[in-house]
C-alpha cells in the first residue's frame, strides 16, 4: 500500500518540478534525461503536453497479488522460499505449493493463509486420528496466527516465518 | 558434534552425474512411534568407520543419515554421509516389500554395486553403500 502512495507522490511531483525524482527503490530503470537526449540545453523545456508521451512506463509496481507477503526461511533445502496471497500448502507431494522433500513431512501438513493484514497456518493434518504435530514456538497447535520470527515445526522440520517488508 | 560438520563430497567416478531423483509422492510419512513399532529388518555395518554396528530397520518409512534422529542413525563419524535423508527405506506391510529411496542428496547410494537412481526393491543380503559406509541388509 504504501509502495502505491510513494510511487503517486514520486509523479506528481516529477510533473509539479518537471524533473524526475531519483526512484527511492533499487532496481528500476531510471529514466533518461529527455532533455540530454533531445540535444536540447537543461534550460529550455518543451511544452508539458509535448513530454507527456515520452515518459517511460517503468514505474507500475507488481501488483499485489504478486508481490510476496511472507518468507519461509528453511535451513536447509529448499532455503527461502517467498510465500504470495492467499494460500499456500506446504508439505512433501510434489503438488504442493511449498515442497519439501522429508519423510517426516505429511504429503499436505499445513495450509498457510496469508493476508495482507495477518497470516494463519492449519495442520491439514488435525482431523486425522493419527495427526502428524504441528508446533508453533514449541507449542502443539492445530491452527494458529503466525507473525513475523515465528518458528514452525512440521513434524520435526523447522523453519522462520518473516513477514515481507513492503512500502519502504 | 558430527551433526554440525558439512557433508563431504566424495571423490568417486561418476559423482557429479544427474540423477534421478526418487518420487516419494506415494511414500506413507514416517512416524517415529508407531503403535507397533515392529522392527522388521537389520542393517548391519561390514565397512566404514562404524563397521561391527546394527541398526533396526522398522515397520513403515524409515529415514537414513548422519543425524541422531534420523529412524536409522549412522551416527559413527562418516561425514560422507547427509545428515538428513541420505536415502529413505520403507517396509508395506500390505504388499511385504521393502523399498530403498535416493534422498538426492550430495553424495550417490549403492546397492549391491550399482548406483541407485529413483528408487528400488531390497532383499534379504543385498548391500546398500552410503558415503564410505557399507551397510548388509537382513531381514529378521
Known amino acids: 500500500m504504501k509502495d502505491w502512495i510513494a510511487i503517486l507522490w514520486e509523479g506528481l511531483a516529477g510533473l509539479a518540478a518537471r524533473r524526475n525524482v531519483p526512484s527511492q527503490r533499487g532496481g528500476r530503470a531510471e529514466p533518461v534525461d529527455r532533455d540530454a537526449s533531445a540535444g536540447k540545453s537543461p534550460g529550455e523545456r518543451p511544452p508539458e503536453t509535448a513530454i507527456e508521451p515520452d515518459v517511460p512506463n517503468t514505474r507500475i509496481p507488481p501488483l499485489p497479488e504478486h508481490t510476496p507477503v511472507a518468507i519461509l526461511e528453511f535451513e536447509g533445502p529448499p532455503g527461502p522460499v517467498p510465500i504470495k496471497h492467499g494460500d499456500t500448502v506446504i508439505g512433501r507431494h510434489s503438488e504442493d505449493d511449498v515442497r519439501i522433500s522429508d519423510v517426516r513431512i ?45 518458528v514452525i515445526s512440521l513434524g520435526g522440520v523447522s523453519f522462520t516465518f518473516r513477514k515481507a517488508r513492503n512500502g519502504d | 558434534m558430527s551433526d554440525r560438520e558439512r557433508t563431504r563430497t566424495l571423490n568417486i567416478p561418476g559423482a557429479e552425474e544427474p540423477r534421478k531423483s526418487a518420487n516419494m509422492d506415494n511414500l506413507p510419512t514416517q512416524v517415529i512411534m508407531d503403535a507397533t513399532n ?23 518409512t524409515n529415514q537414513v543419515g548422519r543425524s541422531a534422529d534420523n529412524r536409522i542413525p549412522l551416527d559413527f563419524g562418516d561425514n ?53 559406509t557399507t551397510l548388509r541388509f537382513a531381514l529378521m
Do not use: W
Open chain 2, 38 to 60: 515392529l522392527k522388521v529388518a537389520t542393517l548391519r555395518v561390514v565397512d566404514g568407520p562404524g563397521k561391527g554396528q546394527e541398526r533396526p530397520v522398522f515397520s513403515g
Open chain 1, 106 to 150: 505429511s504429503r499436505h501438513h499445513a495450509r498457510l493463509r496469508a493476508g495482507s493484514e495477518r497470516c494463519e497456518i492449519s495442520n491439514l493434518t488435525a482431523l486425522r486420528p493419527d495427526p502428524n504435530p504441528m508446533f508453533v514456538n514449541g507449542t502443539y497447535r492445530e491452527h494458529a496466527e503466525v507473525v513475523d520470527g515465528d
Open chain 2, 80 to 132: 560422507t554421509i547427509s545428515r538428513q535423508q541420505h536415502a529413505v527405506i520403507s517396509y508395506d506391510t500390505g504388499l511385504n516389500e521393502f523399498r530403498i529411496f535416493d534422498g538426492g542428496k550430495q553424495n550417490p547410494v549403492h546397492v549391491n554395486g550399482e548406483r541407485l537412481s529413483g528408487d528400488r526393491s531390497l532383499n534379504d543380503g543385498d548391500t546398500i553403500k552410503v558415503g564410505l
